[in-house]
């Protein structure tokens, strides 16, 4: 069956550093994948997609993911988090068969001083 | 820029009673959802719509109703509440099929149950 892990509840990261989180897909179509973000208190937004092509995919903000069919991931990567990045993502796939999306249970970021 | 709008913000529900989320959007988009987000589950899809008058069940529906009675809007009726219905409440629209792929979300309804 299709799933979507996010293996870490919660990240901590120094501020400046570098930041992955982790997502691992399971599906056998061709899979679309998504990196949603969730600021404190508000809804979620998009923050990068992934189709087809290039595997690297650039988002909002200087975030990135690489897909890896191989693997079957989608890491959400970034040089030098800043403390306005705390927040919760979600690594969504979307399935070609019929359109729906299947979340992951979110990772939570969390930015040290 | 594209709007969605959830109504009230926050609720306080006595166990057994019914309750209304009421959705709106301006994006013009044909697909609406209802999500509900717990610690540890992040989203999960209660019911969806694909335009006016159209309503679907999601993944879990049990508990839930949905009306789209306009391609605005779309609501999420409990008719009998029960404490663990008591989560956050995501509406989204979107057109979500080939090259159209982006779920907008309103800002989340808080809901407790007693």
């Known amino acids: 069956a299709q799933s979507v892990t996010q293996p870490d509840a919660r990240v901590t990261v120094s501020e400046g550093a570098s930041l992955q989180l982790r997502c691992k897909y399971s599906y056998s179509g061709t899979p679309y994948l998504f990196w949603y973000v969730q600021y404190p208190r508000q809804g979620l937004q998009l923050l990068l997609k992934y189709y087809s092509g290039d595997p690297v995919v650039q988002g909002v903000n200087g975030f990135e993911a690489e897909f890896s069919k191989s693997n079957s991931s989608f890491h959400l990567r970034k040089a030098s988090v800043h403390w306005s990045d705390s927040a919760v993502y979600f690594c969504?796939?979307?399935?070609?068969?019929?359109?729906?999306?299947?979340w992951g249970s979110g990772t939570k970021l969390i930015i040290k001083p | 820029e594209a709007a969605v709008t959830q109504s009230p913000r926050n609720k306080v529900a006595v166990t057994g009673g019914k309750v209304t989320l009421s959705c709106n959007q301006t994006n013009n988009h044909n697909n609406m959802y209802w999500y509900r987000q717990d610690t540890g589950h992040g989203l999960r899809l209660i019911h969806y719509s694909y335009g006016a008058g159209s309503t679907e069940k999601g993944d879990i529906p049990d508990g839930y109703k949905a009306s789209r009675p306009s391609q605005e809007n779309f609501s999420l009726i409990l008719e009998l509440a029960t404490p663990s219905q008591t989560s956050v409440y995501f509406c989204a629209s979107g057109d979500v099929g080939l090259g159209q792929n982006t779920l907008y979300f309103g800002a989340g309804t808080r809901l407790s149950v007693l």
């Open positions: 969504v796939l979307r399935m070609d068969s019929n359109y729906q999306l299947i």
